[in-house]
C-alpha cells in the first residue's frame, strides 16, 4: 500500500508538473516537447495528459497540440479572488500609510489581471476594478513581473500578444522594453508613466515569493503623485510587499 500510496504522490507531482509546464509555453505544447522540457518519457507524458483531458484541465487541439482546459479557469478566478480577499487589508494599511491608491495583480497566462484594490480617500482617485485584464507591457505591475521572468520567455509571450499602444507614451518596441525591464529588475521598482492611461503615474514592485507572478502597486494622478514623491512612499510599497510574501509562503 505504501508503495502505491507514493506512485500516486508522484503521478500528482508530474500531472501538475506539465500544466505548469504547459503554462510556461504560453498554455499549448506537443507531447514531445513537453518530454524535451519534463525529461519523462513519452508514455508517461500521454498517460498523465490523458487522464487531465479527461478531467477537463488540458484539451487536444485538432492539430494534436495539448493545451490548457477550461476547468482551469474556475480553478484559477476562485484562487485569484481568494488572494486578492486575503491581501486587502494589507492593502488598505498601505493606503493609509501613502495616501493613494493601492492594487495588486497576478500575471494569469499571457495577461495582468487585477484581484485586489483599495481606493484612496482623494476625491480623484484611480480605480482599477477587480477583474480587469490588460496587457502586461503597458502597466507598472505588468513590467514589474516581466522583468524577473527569462528573457527569453518575455519575448515568447510579446511575440503573442504585441505591444499595442494604450497611450501615447506606451513602450512599443520589443527591444525598448526590454531595456526597460533591465532597468526594472536592477532597480527593484517598476514605474507607469501614463503608458496605460493618460496622467496617471503608477509604481510597482513584484512579489518574488508569491505562488504566482504577482505585483502590488500604488497609483494616482500623476499632479500628486509625482516622481518626487514617488521616492517618498517606495519603502512603505517594499515594506507591504515583503509582508505580503512573508504571510503568502506561511500559509
Request: glycine share 10%; charged share 20%; net charge neutral.
Amino acid at each position: 500500500m505504501a508503495r502505491e500510496s507514493g506512485g500516486g504522490v508522484q503521478s500528482l507531482q508530474r500531472a501538475f508538473d506539465l500544466l505548469e509546464r504547459l503554462a510556461d509555453a504560453g498554455g499549448e505544447a506537443s507531447l514531445s516537447e513537453l518530454a524535451a522540457t519534463s525529461g519523462l518519457p513519452l508514455p508517461t507524458i500521454h498517460r498523465l495528459i490523458r487522464t487531465l483531458v479527461a478531467l477537463g484541465y488540458v484539451r487536444q487541439n485538432s492539430n494534436r497540440r495539448y493545451a490548457l482546459g477550461p476547468r482551469l479557469i474556475r480553478l484559477g478566478e476562485s484562487a485569484s479572488r481568494q488572494f486578492g480577499t486575503w491581501a486587502r487589508p494589507f492593502l488598505a494599511q498601505l493606503v493609509d500609510q501613502v495616501g493613494e491608491t493601492a492594487n495588486l495583480a497576478v500575471l494569469d497566462g499571457d495577461e495582468v489581471v487585477y484581484v485586489a484594490q483599495v481606493p484612496s480617500r482623494h476625491s480623484m482617485r484611480m480605480f482599477t476594478e477587480v477583474g480587469r485584464r490588460l496587457l502586461p507591457h503597458g502597466t507598472g505591475v505588468g513590467k514589474a513581473m516581466l522583468a524577473r521572468l527569462p528573457r527569453d520567455e518575455v519575448r515568447a509571450l510579446l511575440a503573442r500578444t504585441g505591444l499595442p499602444a494604450y497611450t501615447p507614451n506606451t513602450i512599443t518596441d520589443v527591444d525598448a522594453l526590454l531595456v526597460e525591464l533591465d532597468r526594472v529588475a536592477e532597480q527593484g521598482y517598476a514605474l507607469d508613466e501614463g503608458e496605460q492611461e493618460l496622467g496617471v503615474r503608477c509604481v510597482a514592485v513584484p512579489l518574488p515569493g508569491a505562488p504566482a507572478p504577482a505585483a502590488l502597486s500604488v497609483s494616482g494622478p500623476d499632479s500628486r503623485l509625482t516622481k518626487e514623491s514617488v521616492a517618498g512612499i517606495l519603502p512603505a510599497i517594499l515594506g507591504t510587499a515583503a509582508h505580503l510574501t512573508t504571510q503568502a509562503t506561511r500559509t
